[in-house]
């Protein structure tokens, strides 16, 4: 079945930098578009970024713009989300997410957290 495995999170100092990953298995991920989420404690989840299936294109949410970086390696079935000049706003569940002939697959989330 469809797995979607997140890691990478952890505490950050504000200014600091994380890389997510994100192993996928039991789909062809290479044939997959791929996001990735946050959760913040009591707010909505908010999507973050997306890449296509090739990495052609990518594109990001107003709040990460010019600050992350997502990415995959085809061969490795994974996606990366690079984090840099974290902020505070940033902590979060980062979620890696693909949708599959309509169907949402989501991962179980990594907790980042950015404090002093």
């Known amino acids: 079945q469809v797995q979607l495995v997140e890691s990478g999170g952890g505490l950050v100092q504000p200014g600091g930098s994380l890389r997510l990953s994100c192993v996928a298995s039991g789909f062809p991920f290479s044939s997959s578009p791929m996001s990735w989420y946050r959760q913040a404690p009591g707010k909505d989840r908010e999507w973050v970024a997306i890449i296509t299936d090739n990495s052609v294109y990518s594109n990001y949410g107003d709040s990460v713009k010019g600050r992350f970086t997502i990415s995959r390696d085809n061969a490795k079935n994974t996606g990366y989300l690079e984090m840099r000049s974290l902020k505070v706003d940033d902590t979060a569940i980062y979620y890696c997410?693909?949708?599959?002939?309509?169907?949402?697959?989501w991962g179980q989330g990594t907790r980042v957290t950015v404090s002093a």
């Open positions: 997410m693909v949708n599959i002939l309509g169907s949402e697959h």
